[in-house]
């Protein structure tokens, strides 16, 4: 298997002015951990969870974190960068400008080697310089679920066609959650993570996989938004 196999498409990207708070309310409303920054169709950027972490409006900047006011002399932000991160109110202040990437035919073994060694959790995708999709390692762990044994050396080419040929059934329905699920196959099964908006969007995505020839079975691993246990 490859990235294309398993990357998350499309994405939901911003722009290098898009505010940080409508970047907070992205991660919260898809239920994702960063968003790739485009500037005229380029990936110039990335902003994570991380990148949110420490910030004055919640109190969680360094100087908010002092225990007191002589404390804070010496707990300001450590430097004009972290001050900027902390305050800043746009993505391009923000935003990890060193962006890992790989293509669509990067091999999965490279891509979990390299989210290891560089102590990352995900990679964007790129074909001819143009952002394509992401690979997380939650998407690795999806993909050895979905594995038979007998496919881990080899897999079958005609997986990659099925996959393909749903995927653009899937893109031209307007139910589909092109953000919030994914579609993996292996062996001709077919295999859905992510979120479903609803039992019938469930029901219409499995009928969508059995009308693919070559689709032998499907299973449905999504959680509907009403089976989230409310936070307490």
Known sequence: MKASDIMTSPVITVGPD???RTIAELLIKHRISGVPVIDDGRLVGYVSEGDLLHRQEI???RKGRARSW???LFSADASPADYVKSHA???RDIMTREVVSVSP???LAEIANLLERRGIKRVTVLSGGKLVGIVSRANLVQAIAV???SSIRVTPPVDSAIR???LAELERQSWWGRVSSNVMVSEGVVHYWGMAGSE???AAARVAAENVPGVRAVEDHRLTYAEIPSAI
């Open 70 to 72: 002589w404390l804070g």
């Open 164 to 166: 393909g040929r749903l």
């Open 59 to 61: 109190g969680t900047d």
């Open 18 to 20: 898009t505010q940080v």
């Open 105 to 107: 035919h990067t091999s």
């Open 89 to 91: 109110s746009r993505a």
């Open 200 to 202: 019938d969007e469930r």
């Open 147 to 149: 594995m038979h044994p």
